[in-house]
């Protein structure tokens, strides 16, 4: 079964062949498909404009292919759909493009700040536990662990929110410190998470901190089993 999400419904009675020939064409509707979902969230279609499947059965095709409605779906997915020039149809980016713009414009302007001793970096990461907050988590990391970190959240956490609200982290204590040489750190620290009615339990990450640049940045990320679903790294 082939789907072709974004397809236009024109309808054909016939197919002409490349020798001029006519031949009829059998085509099967189907009303009920169920739809689909958009980041795992199901799409409502309206009344009347539910997706169907249509199945082809000729010498020349054998295909079962859903059609769904091109305008609600586009501007679900944050596009607008409009008549352009003759017969066309132009699909505006809105505000899928204006936000990755402005995502990747943010991303790169990180590379021009962070924080000046290694501690705050720990500091940093750490709030961004307690937040929930992986762009927290993700502005004090070296470029390298950023582009790491950044797949295993498109993968895993694609809003970019990590943990979840009960058990949450708490609070935090730097329960180790090695320093390997003068422009690196080793930190073990433990988070203690909460149910917001008592403590939950804890987990422990061991966070390499490295002097790059003007700034200190995490440069590897090593945690137990219970703490990746706080970190975002898989």
């Known amino acids: 079964m082939k789907v072709h999400l974004l397809s ?3 309808g054909a009675a016939c197919l002409t062949t490349a020798y001029g020939m006519t031949t009829k064409k059998q085509i099967e509707v189907d009303f009920h498909t169920k739809g689909i979902t958009i980041n795992h969230q199901i799409l409502r279609f309206p009344q009347n404009q539910e997706p169907f ?22 501007e679900s997915l944050g596009f607008k759909v409009e008549n352009y020039l003759d017969n066309y149809i132009n699909i505006n980016g809105g505000d899928v493009v204006r936000y ?3 995502s990747t414009l943010l991303k790169d302007a990180m590379e021009y700040v962070g924080v000046n001793n290694p501690e705050k970096a720990v500091e ?16 004090v990391m070296t470029k390298e662990l950023k582009e790491i970190y950044a797949k295993d959240l498109e ?26 040489n003068e422009d690196s750190r080793i930190y ?14 804890s987990f422990t990450v061991e966070l390499e901190v490295v002097h ?23």
């Open 8 to 10: 236009i419904v024109i």
């Open 53 to 74: 499947t249509v199945d082809s059965n000729t010498a020349l095709t054998v295909d079962e292919t859903v059609y769904i409605p091109l305008t609600f779906f586009a």
């Open 100 to 102: 990755k713009t402005q």
């Open 124 to 139: 940093v990461w750490s709030e961004g536990l307690k937040g929930r907050s992986a762009a927290t988590q993700y502005s």
């Open 155 to 180: 993968e895993w956490r694609p809003n970019w929110v990590t943990g979840g609200s009960s058990p949450r982290v708490e609070s935090y204590e730097i329960t180790g410190a090695e320093s390997p």
């Open 188 to 201: 073990d620290i433990t988070y203690n998470t909460t149910n917001s009615v008592q403590e939950y339990n």
């Open 212 to 234: 790059t640049g003007d700034f200190w940045r995490i440069a590897k990320v090593s945690g137990d089993e219970d703490s990746k679903i706080y970190t975002g790294f898989r």
